[in-house]
C-alpha cells in the first residue's frame, strides 16, 4: 500500500506527516499557521507543509495515495469545503479547501473535523485500542471532544462532541463562546490566558509571562504554562487547578450521561501536562460521577501532538485494504 | 398474537396494563406501593395490580403471552433479580423478582430498568417514533434519562442515562444522591419539596401544603405543585423557574455532547406541566446550545403515565412476530 499523507490545520501551527500503512510516521514538518491574508494562503502554507513531510518521507506528494487534512471550522466532507473556521486568517466564508490542495500537490486530498480525526486516530492507532467506548477530551487553547461509540466515532446530526460547552456552572465564567459557565471557560488555554492578564492588572504574582517572553512567545503556551507548574507558580497553579476542577465535573457529566469505559485525554495541555494530570481530572471526575465504584479509566492520548495529523492521514481512503476486504466478504 | 401484560413499578404507586400487538391498552389498574415489608410484600402487590388489568382486558394472567415488569433500582434481565431498590421497602438486597412473579401469576416474567423501558415506549409507540436519535428526560421525582441512538437505547456499560446527576452548578446545591450541584438538586420534585419545607421554615408564604393537606397528600405531588402553579403561588414558581433553569442548562449539555434530534420530557412533573414547560425547558436551553441555529425539538412524552407500563409491555418476546422475521430472512 502507498504511503498517506496528514495535515493537522490549527490555528498556531500546521502539522505534516506521511504514514505508511501500519500508521508508523515516515516523515514530518511542522510549519507556522499565515497570521494574514486567507484561505488561499493557509492553502499554500498546507502545501508546503505537506510536500517537506514527503520529502522527509524520501518521497513527493503526487506518488501519495492521498493527503488528509484535519480541519477546524464547519468542514464538508463530501464537498471538499471548509467554512468560518474562526480561528484561522479572513476565513469567514466556505472554501474549496480540497480541490485547491488536490490541484497543488497532485494527490487526492480527503477533509474531516480536525478534533474527529484525532480521536479516530487514538481508536485506530493510540490510547483509545483497548476500548469499544470512550471520551477523546482534547485540552487545548478551547475543549474539544470526540465521543467514541462501539469502536465508532458518533456524530449526531453533525456535530456531536462540543463537551468544551457543557455547562459545569450555571451563570458562571463568561466563555470565549459567548455563553456562561461552560466548562472550556474554565479549562481553556485561551480561557486561562485572558483571566491570568486580568489577575496580573490585578496585580497577583506570577512568573507566567517572563517565561513567556524569555521563550519568545507571544501567548501562554502549553509549554510556559508547564514550565510555570514545575516551578511551583502560584497563579500557574490556581489556573490549573479550577480548570481541572470543572474538567473533573464536565467529564463525570458525559460519563454520567453515557456510561463509557475510558477517557483519553489529549489537546497541546493534556499531552505537555501528562499522566500525573490526567490522574488529577479522574480524581475530580469522582465526586461527581453516579458510580463512583467503578469510575472510566483515564489516560494520556498516546499518539501526542501527531494524533491530529495521523488521524487526518488515516482520512485517505486505503484501496488495498477495501480490495482484500471485498476479497475475504 | 396473545396479549401481554405491563407493570411500572415506582416508589409510590404501580401501573399495571394490558396491551394488544399494536401496543394498544386493553385494561389497566393502579395500586399503591407498599411502604413497609420486603420484596415478597411488594411482589404479591405487583401480582394483585397484574390480575387486575388483566380482569380489566377480559382475561387471566395465565393467558398473557407473558409479563414485562420496569423496575427501579440495579435491574439484572438475565438473572431476573433486582437489587437494592432504594425507593422501595426492605428492598437493599438482590431479589429473584422475575421467578417470584412468573410463580405467582403462571407466565413468563421479563425485567427492565424503569428508565429504560419508558424511554423504549415512546421510542417504539410515543412521541419518539420520528426520530433516528433523541433524550428521554423523566422529571419526577427525580430527573431520570434514557439516550436513543441510531433508534435504540445505548446502555454504555450497563448503566447510561444518569442526566440527573449531571453538574450543572460545580459546589451547588446538595442533591438527593449525596452529591453537590446535579441538576437533579435543583429539578426533581424531591429536591423542589425538601426547599419548599426550609422555605416555609424561613417564613416562605406559600400555599403549597394547604393545596397538599386538602388532597389527603402527604408529599407535593406534580399535581399539588400544577394546582399552586396555576394559582401563581410564589413559591411553587420560584422552585420551578428554578428546575427549569437546570433543565436548561444539563439538557443543553447533553446535547453540546450528542447533537440529538430531539428531546423527549416525560415523568409525573413533566407530564402533568405539558407542553407549554417543555416550550420554556426548550426556551432554557437556548442560551447553551453551542449550535443554537437548529436546536432540537423538545416533546412531551406521548404515552404520559402510562409509558412506562407500556414499555415494559414491549419486553415480552414477541413469538409470531419474530418467527415472521426469520421466515422472511
Redesign the interface.
Known amino acids: 500500500m502507498a504511503l498517506r499523507g496528514g495535515i493537522d490545520l490549527g490555528g498556531t501551527k500546521i502539522q505534516g506527516v506521511v504514514v505508511d500503512a501500519a500508521g508508523e510516521v515516515c516523515g514530518e514538518s511542522r510549519h507556522p499557521t499565515p497570521t494574514e491574508g486567507g484561505p488561499h494562503d493557509v492553502a499554500l502554507a498546507i502545501a508546503a507543509a505537506a510536500r517537506e513531510a514527503a520529502e522527509k518521507a524520501s518521497t513527493d506528494t503526487a506518488s501519495l495515495a492521498g493527503i488528509g487534512v484535519g480541519s477546524p471550522g464547519d468542514v464538508d466532507a463530501t464537498a471538499g469545503t471548509v467554512t468560518s473556521a474562526r480561528n484561522l486568517p479572513g476565513w469567514e466564508g466556505k472554501f474549496p479547501l480540497s480541490v485547491a490542495l488536490s490541484d497543488e500537490l497532485g494527490t487526492p486530498v480527503a477533509l474531516g473535523n480536525d478534533v474527529n480525526v484525532a480521536t479516530n486516530a487514538e481508536l485506530e492507532l493510540g490510547a483509545g485500542r483497548p476500548y469499544a467506548?470512550f471520551l477523546g477530551v482534547f485540552w487545548g487553547t478551547g475543549v474539544g471532544?470526540g465521543?467514541v461509540?462501539d469502536r465508532k466515532i458518533?456524530?449526531?446530526?453533525?456535530?456531536?462532541?462540543?463537551?468544551g460547552?457543557?455547562?459545569?456552572?450555571?451563570d458562571?465564567a463568561r466563555c470565549p463562546?459567548g455563553?456562561?459557565?461552560?466548562m472550556e471557560a474554565y479549562a481553556g488555554r485561551g480561557a486561562m490566558e485572558a483571566r491570568a492578564r486580568e489577575q496580573v492588572e490585578k496585580g497577583a504574582e506570577t512568573d507566567l509571562f517572563k517565561i513567556m517572553e524569555k521563550r519568545g512567545r507571544t501567548r501562554l503556551t502549553s509549554g510556559v504554562i508547564a514550565r510555570a507548574l514545575d516551578k511551583g507558580d502560584p497563579l500557574a497553579t490556581a489556573l490549573i487547578d479550577r480548570a481541572i476542577?470543572?474538567l473533573g465535573?464536565?467529564i463525570?457529566?458525559?460519563i454520567?450521561?453515557?456510561?463509557?469505559?475510558a477517557v483519553i485525554i489529549g489537546g497541546g495541555l493534556g499531552t505537555r501536562l501528562g499522566q500525573p494530570y490526567a490522574d488529577r481530572i479522574a480524581a475530580a471526575m469522582l465526586?461527581?460521577l453516579?458510580?463512583d465504584d467503578?469510575p472510566p479509566e483515564v489516560r494520556v492520548a498516546e499518539l501526542g501532538d501527531l494524533g491530529g495529523a495521523i488521524g487526518a492521514a488515516l482520512l485517505v481512503e486505503q484501496p488495498a485494504r477495501r480490495r482484500r476486504a471485498v476479497a475475504a466478504g
Chains 1, 2 share one sequence.
Open positions: 467506548s471532544g465521543v461509540l458518533w456524530l449526531g446530526r453533525a456535530s456531536a462532541g462540543e463537551i460547552h457543557m455547562v459545569v456552572k450555571v458562571g463562546c455563553r456562561r459557565g461552560c476542577k470543572a465535573a464536565g463525570a457529566s458525559a454520567n450521561l453515557l456510561d463509557l469505559e465526586p461527581h453516579f458510580f467503578r
